[in-house]
């Protein structure tokens, strides 16, 4: 998962610079924000001067997606206030993926927080890294702000193997989709989480069945 983020932090440096932003504006972002799918938002927004208003507002609208990991994500399994501290700020996509799956059930402390650590570092380095070199990469090559989707496309057919013989949960999180896509488009992200989350607590109830990694 790591070395998965060097070309998705490479690509992400590579944009900064050709954006005219200075190199250091990437392994600063890619460190203290820490959140991949934003950053690249964010990006955009910086260079063409968008208001903090909307800065934010987008920001809460990526990101709120956190809430939802947080209900399986392994924090009472992490020790000490600044570990959890830390576990919490570096929760992302891929390290909820990692964890919050049964096999990292018997995981300790210390090898969560090691993880996320060293996918932080993974970022971070490697957007620096992309930021320097981002003069080298020709200005009509197209295709480096597809890295992320291509990441979160990873991740979904590699939950859809984990849960083969759990049909009915891919389906509700695809009729979520496409119920928020044609009913609030401009709100999909959020909404489409909600209508699974709700879909998944509407089914535990009436079967009394969890999905093995949701």
Do not use: C
């Not at 009472?76 to 059930?105: C, I």
């Not at 996320?116 to 981002?134: D, I, N, P």
């Amino acid at each position: 998962m790591g070395l998965g983020f060097v070309p998705l932090g490479l690509a992400f440096g590579a944009l900064v610079t050709q954006a005219g932003l200075e190199w250091w504006w990437a392994g600063l972002s890619a460190a203290l924000i820490y959140r991949g799918s934003f950053e690249f938002l964010l990006n955009g927004m910086v260079t063409a001067a968008a208001p903090l208003a909307a800065i934010a507002g987008t920001a809460f609208m990526v990101n709120v997606r956190h809430v939802f990991y947080a209900l399986s994500f392994p924090l009472h399994r992490v020790t000490g206030r600044l570990g959890k501290a830390y576990g919490t700020f570096a929760l992302s996509d891929e390290a909820y993926t990692l964890t919050a799956g049964n096999e990292a059930r018997t995981w300790s402390s210390r090898r969560i927080l090691w993880l996320q650590l060293f996918m932080h570092v993974y970022w971070a380095g490697s957007a620096t890294a992309g930021a320097l070199l981002g003069s080298l990469v020709p200005g009509g090559v197209t295709g480096l702000d597809f890295a992320l989707t291509a990441l979160f496309t990873v991740l979904a057919l590699d939950a859809l193997n984990v849960l083969r013989g759990d049909l009915p949960t891919p389906v509700l999180a695809l009729l979520s989709a496409v119920a928020v896509r044609l009913l609030f488009p401009d709100q999909m992200l959020l909404a489409a989480f909600a209508l699974f989350t709700a879909g998944l607590l509407a089914r535990h109830f009436t079967t009394g069945r969890w999905p093995g990694r949701a």
